[in-house]
């Protein structure tokens, strides 16, 4: 069975920085591409970025670009997204997806989806 499961999430004032994790079982993980998504209350699930296989390769939203940065540890099984200097418009749940290929911008090309961690950043 796979899971994914997320953490790292909470609350931070505007400026600050979270780093959240994602840690994956139950597949052979270095053989998926990574990605970041989040939905914010009253909005659709939008892609944050994502992580090739080997971490060689990295994609980000324009919202993201500059600010945070995903990594990933195929020893211990885990994608990570560090975000810096958070706005009160990065509030929104965070959820990571692994992906069988590329690791694109769009859902629907995820195979596997975590519940998700809810990040506030507060003005």
């Known amino acids: 069975q796979v899971q994914l499961v997320e953490s790292g999430g909470g609350l931070v004032q505007a400026g600050g920085s979270l780093r959240l994790s994602c840690a994956a079982s139950?597949?052979?993980?270095?053989?998926?591409?990574m990605g970041w998504f989040r939905q914010a209350p009253g909005k659709e699930r939008e892609f944050v970025g994502s992580i090739n296989w080997s971490g060689g390769s990295t994609r980000y939203a324009d919202s993201a670009k500059g600010r945070f940065t995903i990594s990933r540890d195929n020893a211990k099984n885990t994608v990570y997204l560090q975000m810096n200097s958070l706005k009160p418009e990065d509030t929104a749940v965070y959820y990571c997806a692994a992906d069988q290929n590329y690791g694109g911008r769009l859902g629907h090309e995820y195979k596997y989806w975590g519940q998700g961690t809810q990040v506030t950043v507060s003005s």
């Open positions: 139950g597949l052979t993980f270095s053989r998926y591409a």
